[in-house]
Nanobody
Framework: VQLQASGGGLVQAGGSLRLSCVAS????????IGWFRQAPGKEREGVSC????????YYSDSVKGRFTISRDNAKNTVYLQMNSLKPEDTAVYYC????????????????WGQGTQVTVSS
């Protein structure tokens, strides 16, 4: 099982990036998928999550209104469209299967795939 995040890069504040999460050895449409990020010196945090069907989406307060998560199950891919980027969005971004319950959402398996670096300059 491998989840590969890609699409990161260097962008100026106010710019946009679209991240992609592609899975191999795993059929993504069986799972909710979450995007997580880890900034230098900080703990990893959940950014956004999408249900297996794509019918429900969740966002952290810090990205709500700026990021949009979506999925194309036919392509086994989940996307994170990031607009109005801020320097505080600088981090390594990861995707992973997630669980969703009444208390919220989080990582489902003890597994992290390869992340992608997002750097936002001021």
């Amino acid at each position: 099982v491998q989840l590969q995040a890609s699409g990161g890069g260097l962008v100026q504040a106010g710019g946009s990036l679209r991240l992609s999460c592609v899975a191999s050895g795993l059929t993504l449409d069986y799972y909710a998928i979450g995007w997580f990020r880890q900034a230098p010196g900080k703990e990893r945090e959940g950014v956004s999550c999408i249900s297996a069907s794509g019918g429900s989406t969740y966002y952290s307060d810090s990205v709500k209104g700026r990021f949009t998560i979506s999925r194309d199950n036919a392509k086994n891919t989940v996307y994170l469209q990031m607009n109005s980027l801020k320097p505080e969005d600088t981090a390594v971004y990861y995707c992973a299967p997630a669980f969703i319950n009444e208390a919220g959402w989080g990582r489902l398996f003890n597994y992290w795939g390869q992340g992608t670096q997002v750097t936002v300059s001021s």
